[in-house]
């Protein structure tokens, strides 16, 4: 199966700050990479599809880059309710999928 | 807007089994999957495996294979998530999600249900 691996596991970031996040696949999976949110006690929140495609009803501030192994997802300015865990998703062998381990984005 | 529906909380004692149901409202059923990913206290995401209703066709995550079973009833928009031999590790929010199927297919999982939570307790 594929791993996925995201950068970090935890971060400390302010309201306005830009944050990046990073994941990387252990094989080739050309732009089949998704993007979601997860608050506590909530399910997760489809972000980025595709790699690049924005959900719809999903803030522009939230961006999703990259192809082949390395991926990145970007928050432009920061705002309260992001405050959550982000998790990246392959869906190249479809199925099976395999999930990032998660990144912590907290208050500083 | 479809939202995925699931049943309610459970508690099971080791070696029982689980059914878990996720009812789609509104939207088509057909042409979408049925996917089931499961979180345990304060872990990642963990797809646990899925069904095409329309072909009956079913995937297993190899470490779920032998206990797992997902099917689902067309006529109710609900698809099933059936767990078998259960330990105490199996205790988890279990979540439903709708993935297309119709090309080009991308394997984004949206909607979500709102989560189911298993217990193994003894």
């Known amino acids: 199966d594929i791993q996925m691996t995201q950068s970090p596991s935890s971060l400390s970031a302010s309201v306005g700050d830009r944050v990046t996040i990073t994941c990387r696949a252990s094989q080739n999976i050309d732009s089949y990479l998704n993007w979601y949110q997860q608050k506590p006690g909530k399910a997760p929140k489809l972000l980025i599809f595709?790699?690049?495609s924005l959900q719809s009803g999903v803030p522009s501030r939230f961006s999703g880059s990259g192809s082949g192994t390395d991926f990145t997802l970007i928050i432009t300015s920061l705002q309260a309710e992001d405050f959550a865990t982000y998790y990246c998703q392959e869906s190249y062998s479809n199925p099976p999928y395999s999930f990032g381990q998660g990144t912590r984005v907290e208050m500083k | 807007q479809v939202q995925l529906v699931q049943s309610g909380a459970e508690v099971k004692k080791p070696g029982s089994s689980v059914k878990v149901s996720c009812k789609a409202s509104?939207?088509?059923?057909?042409?979408?999957?049925i996917h089931w990913v499961r979180q345990a206290p304060g872990q990642g995401l963990e797809w646990v495996g899925g069904i095409i209703p329309l072909f009956g066709k079913t995937n297993y995550a190899q470490k779920f294979q032998g206990r797992v079973t997902t099917t689902a009833d067309e006529s109710a928009t609900t698809g099933y998530l059936e767990l078998s031999n259960l330990k105490s590790d199996d205790t988890a929010v279990y979540f439903c999600?709708?993935?297309?199927?119709?090309?080009?297919?991308?394997?984004?999982?949206?909607?979500w249900g709102q989560g189911t939570l298993v217990i193994v307790s003894s």
């Open positions: 999600a709708r993935v297309g199927i119709e090309l080009p297919v991308v394997g984004q999982f949206d909607p």
């Open positions: 595709a790699a690049s």
């Open positions: 509104r939207g088509a059923f057909s042409t979408y999957a």
